[in-house]
């Protein structure tokens, strides 16, 4: 016999029936949210991948290159990552020429990030086809719109914990 029919004795029934919005629980923008989130991220996906690299690489390359001279310390703080997993992602970007460190001018322990030409050249390249996408999706909003979708999205970055 292949298949059952019913759960076992003590097995949790199978549920059929899909989660549906509750007044506080939207599950289409969260689905939206979902593939919005996954077509944002192919296109620098496919670049990277080439070099080896991955979404974390991204984010590095794009922060230093909107910061540059930042310290790690403020890219740690950035990101909210640990030391330890910043450290294999810089140090291939640094190997790789992306990115120098150099030794802050009064504190010496102090190390501050800069793109070198080619790592602007890489964020520039990954956040073209963002840019694109992002266009075309406001492509015949008004300012007004574009503002307030700008508004909606630093309300999603609240640093508070989700309750």
């Known amino acids: 016999m292949s298949g059952q029919t019913g759960p076992k004795a003590g097995e949790p029934a199978p549920l059929a029936t899909p989660m549906e919005d509750t007044d506080i629980i939207d599950f289409e923008i969260i689905e939206l949210f979902f593939f919005a989130y996954r077509d944002f991220v192919s296109d620098p996906d496919a670049i990277l991948e080439k070099s080896g690299f991955g979404r974390a690489h991204h984010r590095v ?16 703080d950035t990101l909210k990552i640990t030391k330890q997993s910043l450290a294999r992602v810089l140090k291939q970007l640094i190997d ?7 030794a802050g001018p009064e504190d010496r322990r102090q190390r501050k990030l800069y793109p070198t030409k080619s790592g602007r050249e890489l964020a520039l390249a990954l956040a073209e ?9 406001f492509e015949g909003a008004s300012a ?20």
């Open 96 to 102: 790789s020429g992306y990115i120098r460190q150099v």
């Open 61 to 76: 390359v794009h922060f230093v290159n909107r910061n540059p001279g930042m310290t790690v310390a403020d890219l740690l």
């Open 129 to 137: 086809p963002q840019s694109r996408r992002i266009e075309r999706a």
């Open 144 to 163: 007004e719109v574009r503002e307030g979708v700008k508004a909606f999205l630093r309300g999603m970055r609240d640093r508070q914990k989700a309750e």
